[in-house]
């Protein structure tokens, strides 16, 4: 079992930013992608960015395009979310996901390790 940690949540005002992190127990030798999530209260976990483990190749969903970064430190088996120009809509608990095998990247069902969320607030 691959255990993941999250860190780097908290509350912020609108504008701002946050760096979360998602660290690895143990470095992986099967590695495909490693995605963020994210869940609101009363709402659906929607996708929010994944990144390919060895190309690095990113993806966004519309609604963060151009405001967050995923990025990864192959090495520290780690994936950081850069969250700028934060809204009241980003508010929620982000969740890092790790698949081994090919998946569909924006599908929560196509990840096979979840780490165990961390909140973000974004004040208006």
């Known amino acids: 079992q691959v255990q993941l940690v999250e860190s780097g949540g908290g509350l912020v005002q609108t504008g701002g930013s946050l760096r979360l992190s998602c660290a690895a127990s143990?470095?992986?030798?099967?590695?495909?992608?490693m995605g963020w999530f994210r869940q609101a209260p009363g709402k659906e976990r929607e996708f929010v960015a994944a990144i390919m483990w060895n190309g690095g190749s990113t993806y966004y969903a519309d609604s963060v395009k151009g405001r967050f970064t995923i990025s990864r430190d192959n090495a520290k088996n780690t994936v950081y979310l850069q969250m700028n120009s934060l809204k009241p809509e980003d508010t929620a608990v982000y969740y890092c996901?790790?698949?081994?095998?090919?998946?569909?990247?924006?599908?929560?069902?196509?990840?096979?390790?979840w780490g165990q969320g961390t909140q973000v607030t974004v004040s208006s």
């Open positions: 143990r470095r992986t030798f099967s590695s495909y992608a």
């Open positions: 996901a790790f698949t081994e095998t090919r998946t569909t990247l924006t599908r929560s069902n196509g990840y096979d390790y």
